[in-house]
């Protein structure tokens, strides 16, 4: 008898905030829209100054805001850059970035229970080595051209698709992505598509976005 044919668990949306959130009580009102709207799996409090770093500020203000909201709606709450304050802010995991302290260092800060994910911009071998250091996810990207993120390298499908067959740990397509160009980063292999600017852009607004984008998921994985 035959094995079964492995069947990829559906993708999902990893939704980003906006790197500046100037009224945090609208943003919060607008946010749960979106939540409304749709399968969200996490939500990334990105919060920037003017010179790349982390805004801690702003990130309190808006983790005090939303991060109760998100996770009534089963997301998970990822801190970007700053394990430490995803500790003090009950947040569920961190995200650490490219040129952020080790995968390693940060999994010391959180703890064995909280999320650790990790930027691999184009490199598969940096993905192995955050996967063998303890990240729960690594991310890919940019896909697309972006505004919202300075520092980016192009990254190809082949990507996804070599590492969907090679690898068990999941893997987010990041950079530019849109509604409109999400289907082949889905196909070739995203276990998440994390977006910013694609929802809060949107010309119809955030949660017709999240709704679009769920739509596109059900749509490819009943393919």
């Known amino acids: ?115 650790v994910g990790a930027t691999a911009k184009n490199s598969r071998h940096v993905a192995m080595q955050a996967g063998e250091a303890g990240a729960d996810y690594v991310a890919f990207g940019a896909f697309y051209p972006t505004g919202t993120k300075a520092g980016t390298v192009p990254a190809g499908t082949d990507l996804l698709e070599i590492w969907q067959e090679s690898m068990e740990i999941p893997c987010v397509a990041i950079g530019g992505i849109t509604v409109e160009n999400a289907a082949p980063l889905v196909t070739a292999g995203a276990d998440f598509i994390a977006v910013s600017a694609g929802v809060w852009d949107h010309p119809e607004g955030a949660p017709a976005a999240v709704a679009a984008f769920n739509a596109l998921f059900d749509s490819l994985a009943a393919d």
């Open 1 to 115: 008898m035959s094995e079964p044919e492995y069947t990829r668990p559906r993708t999902r949306l990893y939704l980003i905030t906006p790197p500046r959130i100037d009224d945090v009580d609208a943003f919060a009102a607008i946010l749960e829209t979106a939540f409304s709207a749709g399968d969200i799996a996490c939500l990334q409090l990105r919060l920037k100054q003017a010179d790349g770093s982390i805004d801690e500020a702003a990130t309190r203000e808006v983790s005090a805001a939303v991060t109760e909201m998100a996770q009534a709606y089963g997301a998970a709450v990822l801190i970007n850059d700053s394990p430490k304050l995803a500790v003090e802010l009950g947040a569920d995991g961190v995200h650490v970035g490219w040129d952020d302290m080790p995968v390693k260092e940060a999994r010391a800060i959180v703890g064995k229970d909280m999320i």
